[in-house]
């Protein structure tokens, strides 16, 4: 396995999730991409985060919680201020959520200091991007050009505008990427459901790798060194809140990337079973902070830069 520089990358969103259930309403730090940010630096990893954020107290908020969890901000112009999600809980336990403005319509945009964390960084991690703008992903595609990637499209509903133009904006970047994940809710929102096929296509595409999750059914990694299987992980304590999953598998199987090259089937099955079991731990409280067994067992020690 060849050693390379320990660090990475993440480009997407970070937001507030406005919470509305039985116990009343609260807001915690969230965005797909801010959790998979905060998830690597935790696991070790020395994190960047490029995203949209306002300059107001909710984008003060965001800033905040990043450096409590020494991450490094890169934040791009926020016009119509930070974004929000107003999160609805069924009885079920599953979230909606419904969009502000802003998170509709977040921009990226790449400058000086964002080009030079990318070009020093061994690995760039994409999530819950907005691949039906096409202007965003040719700026994505040429601040990119030359770096290794993982991707996670990551859609969502309420912000998607042009399913088409997104599907062809994620396979641009996937096409090449050294990993893709995507999800059976992936599938169905972007494709015709059938994660298998989906899991074939991205890999005809050129992606390197290809980790399809299917909630229950647990997961599979499909690389040249093979196909890998692992179902869900079993930890002690009850499911509270399973909305982090998907993000900390993304962070864990990314952690295996930075700085190493997988090459052997041991390799891959390792990496692809150490992310499930930081899911499932992950799924043992509420919100998108990443957790690991370990933390669990130790009361949250052990768990690097918290």
Not at 14 to 19: F, G, P, Q, R
Not at 33 to 58: F, H, K
Not at 254 to 273: C, F, I, K, M, S
Request: aromatic share 4%.
């Amino acid at each position: 396995m060849q050693q390379k520089a320990q660090s990475a990358v993440v480009i997407g969103d970070a937001l507030i999730d406005e919470i509305h259930d039985a116990g009343g309403v609260r807001e915690l730090i969230g965005g797909a991409a801010l959790n998979v940010a905060v998830g690597l630096r935790r696991l070790g990893v020395p994190t960047t985060l490029i995203a949209m954020v306002g300059d107001d107290e909710a984008g003060a908020h965001i800033r905040e919680y990043l450096s409590d969890h020494d991450v490094q901000l890169v934040s791009s112009p926020a016009p119509l201020g930070s974004s929000r999600a107003v999160v609805q809980r069924a009885a079920n336990g599953e979230p909606t959520y419904v969009f502000n403005e802003a998170a509709q319509r977040r921009s990226i945009r790449y400058g000086d200091e964002a080009r030079q964390v990318l070009a020093a960084a061994d690995l760039a991690v994409i999530s819950c991007f907005p691949f039906d703008v096409p202007a965003e992903v040719d700026a994505v595609a040429t601040a990119l050009a030359g770096v290794r990637v993982a991707i996670d499209p990551n859609p969502r509903a309420g912000m998607l505008s042009d399913r088409a133009e997104f599907v062809r904006g994620f396979e641009r970047v996937a096409a090449n990427a050294a990993i893709v994940k995507v999800g059976a809710d992936d599938a169905a929102l972007l494709y015709d459901g059938d994660l298998d096929a989906l899991r074939t296509r991205l890999r005809t595409l050129g992606a390197e790798a290809v980790l399809a999750t299917a909630g229950a059914d647990g997961a599979v990694l499909e690389t040249d060194a093979g196909t890998f299987t692992a179902p869900i992980a079993h930890l002690p304590g009850p499911i509270i809140d399973t909305v982090g999953a998907g993000d900390a598998t993304l962070s864990g199987v990314a952690e295996g990337l930075v700085g190493t090259r997988p090459d052997t089937a041991d390799e891959w099955q390792r990496l692809l079973d150490r992310a499930m079991d930081v899911a499932a731990a992950t799924c043992r409280a509420e919100g998108g902070l990443l957790r690991t067994p370990e933390s669990i067992e130790d009361g949250e020690h052990g768990v690097h830069g918290s």
